[in-house]
């Protein structure tokens, strides 16, 4: 991935045409910087919001509660059935940063079927409509780092 800031701002400008800001930058585990790769298991904290509704909400870890407390989103890196921007902003991230992405449709949900699922119908309506008309389908993702397990043979 070739990222570039581009206009002097804090903001970063991928080649995918993703858009994102560091809100904070993680310290990683025990000093280990090295970023993500397929294969990984990741664990987040998300929110999703479609671009131009308003913000409205798609979906949250917030919306994913076990005894009360968000449930992390855990999945493996390279996962065809998630969304691939998703994939794309946590590459570059480390432990315990947070960051917010503005993913173009090309990259962002291809289908409504795509993980992270909406939790509730009036979400997946939504987003369904949004992927079913030729309104925009950009999405905004709030995320959180929050562990990496890497894959057999990478180390922690």
Request: proline residues 6%; charged residues 30%.
């Amino acid at each position: 991935m070739n990222a570039r800031r581009y206009d002097g701002s804090k903001e970063v400008r991928t080649d995918s045409g993703m858009r994102y800001l560091d809100l904070s930058v993680g310290d990683g585990v025990d000093g280990n910087t090295e970023p993500v790769q397929d294969g990984d298991k990741v664990s987040i904290y998300f929110t999703s919001r479609l671009w131009g509704y308003n913000g409205i909400v798609l979906d949250s870890t917030n919306d994913h509660k076990r005894d009360g407390l968000p449930e992390p989103f855990v999945f493996t890196m390279g996962d065809e059935s998630v969304v691939p921007g998703l994939q794309e902003m946590i590459r570059t991230m480390r432990v315990g940063g947070k960051r917010r992405a503005v993913l173009p449709p090309s990259i962002g949900y291809q289908t409504a079927t795509m993980k992270p699922t909406p939790a509730d119908f009036p979400s997946m309506r939504r987003l369904r409509s949004v992927l079913e008309t030729s309104r925009d389908a950009t999405i905004v993702f709030d995320v959180e780092l929050l562990k990496v397990k890497r894959a057999a043979g990478r180390g922690a």
